[in-house]
Nanobody, 126 residues
Framework: QVQLVESGGGLVQAGGSLRLSCAASGRTFSRYAIGWFRQAPGKEHEFVATITWSGSSTYYADSVKGRFTISRDNAKNTVYLQMNSLKPEDTAVYYC???????????????????WGRGTQVTVSS
């Protein structure tokens, strides 16, 4: 299983922007689709966005469509999440994970042995 490290979180005002990074350590991303998930205080992990590694297909949660953009840079073994027009409801710890099954019309499946990392905190003030 590829090792992933999230970064780029911080404090931002409502309406502002932030770009998160998900970088591979120890192995390459080349064969993996990647997903972004988030966890707000007291809540379960919520799907945000996913991207395939072959081609440029993406899928987003309805709550972030039109505001967030997921992208990749294979040369840097990194997946990004550009977050625009941020809302207080976006406040959460954001995690990335390897995707076992990508779907064009619903959230992806993760590997059964998936383990969440440290994540990166995103706080949006009102």
């Amino acid at each position: 299983q590829v090792q992933l490290v999230e970064s780029g979180g911080g404090l931002v005002q409502a309406g502002g922007s932030l770009r998160l990074s998900c970088a591979a350590s120890g192995r390459t991303f080349s064969r993996y689709a990647i997903g972004w998930f988030r966890q707000a205080p007291g809540k379960e992990h919520e799907f945000v966005a996913t991207i395939t590694w072959s081609g440029s297909s993406t899928y987003y949660a309805d709550s972030v469509k039109g505001r967030f953009t997921i992208s990749r840079d294979n040369a840097k073994n990194t997946v990004y999440l550009q977050m625009n027009s941020l809302k207080p409801e976006d406040t959460a710890v954001y995690y990335c994970a390897a995707v076992s099954r990508y779907y064009s019309d619903r959230p992806p499946s993760l590997y059964e042995d998936n383990s969440w990392g440290r994540g990166t905190q995103v706080t949006v003030s009102s």
